[in-house]
T-cell receptor, first 115, second 111 residues
Framework: DTAVSQTPKYLVTQMGNDKSIKCEQN?????MYWYKQDSKKFLKIMFS???????INETVPNRFSPKSPDKAHLNLHINSLELGDSAVYFC??????????????FGNGTRLTVT | GENVEQHPSTLSVQEGDSAVIKCTYS??????FPWYKQELGKGPQLIID?????GEKKDQRIAVTLNKTAKHFSLHITETQPEDSAVYFC??????????FGTGTRLQVTL
């Protein structure tokens, strides 16, 4: 199936731990994103990569570090997890970086719970 | 930056009725307006979009209308069905490559 897939679907961990979320897309898209959705359903962009290069870096703590080994993969590593990091993290991709003519395709999310 | 207000936050309609969700934006230069649907346990999915050179676009039971003067656009769902129950998000480009999403509307279609 063509899709944006991310793993794991659920992640429960303790404060202070380091964890990673993986994302892969087989749509042949050039651009990938990480979005954070909080408990009130607000969706905010965190990062965007185009052909493995970082093009968007919102005001995100530097404990969050994205890595794109190739244009089909964008992983998110989080150091020293805090309670406030609990959220659903969505990976997405688009054909190009342009918001005007390139719809976002989202994965099904990773629900991160920090205890 | 772009501010996007979305109303209502929750909407309950009976099956077969119509549902309307409205978004208001601040940047008059915005010219692309997508709507995304998020079903339970899934990521948002684009359902319809409109560009500023048209005032309305329709795709079967869903339509989007745009009022550029008033800076608002609306999603219309007719003949609602239980599978329309989801959270709906409007979005507006903040820059050429960034979308600002609205705060979401939880639509519940009751039998």
């Amino acid at each position: 199936d063509t899709a944006v897939s991310q793993t794991p679907k659920y992640l429960v961990t303790q404060m202070g731990n380091d964890k990673s979320i993986k994302c892969e897309q087989n749509l042949g898209h050039d651009t990938m994103y990480w979005y954070k959705q909080d408990s009130k359903k607000f969706l905010k962009i965190m990062f965007s990569y185009n052909n493995k290069e970082l093009i968007i870096n919102e005001t995100v703590p530097n404990r969050f570090s994205p890595k794109s080994p190739d244009k089909a993969h964008l992983n998110l590593h989080i150091n020293s997890l805090e309670l406030g990091d609990s959220a659903v993290y969505f990976c997405a991709s688009s054909q190009t970086p342009g918001a005007y003519n390139s719809p976002l395709h989202f994965g099904n999310g990773t629900r991160l719970t920090v205890t | 930056g772009e501010n996007v207000e979305q109303h209502p936050s929750t909407l309950s309609v009976q099956e077969g009725d119509s549902a309307v969700i409205k978004c208001t934006y601040s940047d008059s230069a915005s010219n692309y307006f997508p709507w995304y649907k998020q079903e339970l346990g899934k990521g948002p999915q684009l359902i319809i979009d409109i560009r500023s050179n048209v005032g309305e676009k329709k795709d079967q039971r869903i339509a989007v209308t745009l009022n550029k003067t008033a800076k608002h656009f609306s999603l219309h769902i007719t003949e609602t069905q239980p599978e329309d129950s989801a959270v709906y998000f409007c979005a507006v480009p903040r820059t050429a490559s960034k979308l600002t999403f609205g705060t979401g509307t939880r639509l519940q279609v009751t039998l």
